[in-house]
């Protein structure tokens, strides 16, 4: 519920297409044993892209669930839920 | 040129499908406006297979191009490409 | 002002104390040439004591400053801010 | 044995004296009580620094002894290893 916001769905439906395609076109190199470090270039460029679809779903959490919890009093809970989602992006 | 490893290639693609496949899921997830955690979690997992993929064409580089350039006396700008990769992916 | 919590305090100087040695351990690998994959072990491991220490440090910021801000309804910027922070951790 | 380079090893002994200088800041910083996101900024920095003291030592291993294993035939164990240090610092 917490991508209620219509113009930051479309955003992120438009950068996972995207994602999905370069996704694709790495298949499409390495079927075409194009040179490796073009290849790996290309899953850099993946994982930034990922990276920033990310941002934007952890801001819309913490301006949205995170911070409605801890307005109402129970944001504990909400926020070991954040750490451990941050843990993992930060490793 | 260097996924000559036919094997090697095979478990590349069927990698990129499997990823290929779970951009859509997180796509999914978004337009059904699913639990931000949820989709994040999702987000590390493809970040985690792609690290695998990249780790895989990064051996095949090392143990293919690189060590070639390397034998044939002209690995210095190999090893120059290699540590712009590396240094890509570590940051 | 956010590290009020006097157990955690001394945690966080305990550890960084701990991490002070690694350095120095590091700088004397360096003077005596060992061998460069052992030292970069060694770096890894201080990099993942500064990524602990900076997790704990984030834990107390968010439970403190971050909810309080949000719970005095001026939570906005001290969410720009966490996302400026996490975004360098992430990157 | 790899940073034979004495240029290099004084260069390497200069940034860890650095960075165990900016530890100690840090530990001030949290003694001090000083802002979370301040010491999070300065955590950030000297992870990049180490980053950094990483990658020298990594082009100086690989233009090193990973180049004189594969010119001895030998480079099989050598990037083994090679692949694992880059694995852990990417993960």
Same mark, same amino acid.
């Given at each position: 519920? *917490? ?15 995207? &994602?999905?395609?370069?996704? @694709?076109?790495?298949? @499409? ?17 993946? @994982? *930034?892209?990922?990276? *920033? ?16 919890? &801890? ?19 930060? @490793?």
């Amino acid at each position: 519920m *917490s991508q209620s916001n219509p113009r930051r769905k479309e955003d992120l439906l438009l950068r996972l297409g995207r &994602i999905e395609g370069q996704i @694709r076109g790495i298949s @499409r190199m390495v079927e075409e044993d194009q040179y490796c470090v073009d290849i790996l270039n290309q899953i850099s460029a993946v @994982r *930034s892209a990922l990276s *920033s679809v990310g941002q934007i779903l952890l801001e819309g959490h913490i301006r949205g669930c995170v911070t409605e919890a &801890i307005k109402g009093d129970h944001g504990d809970q909400s926020i070991d839920e954040l750490l451990q989602v941050i843990k993992r992006y930060t @490793r």
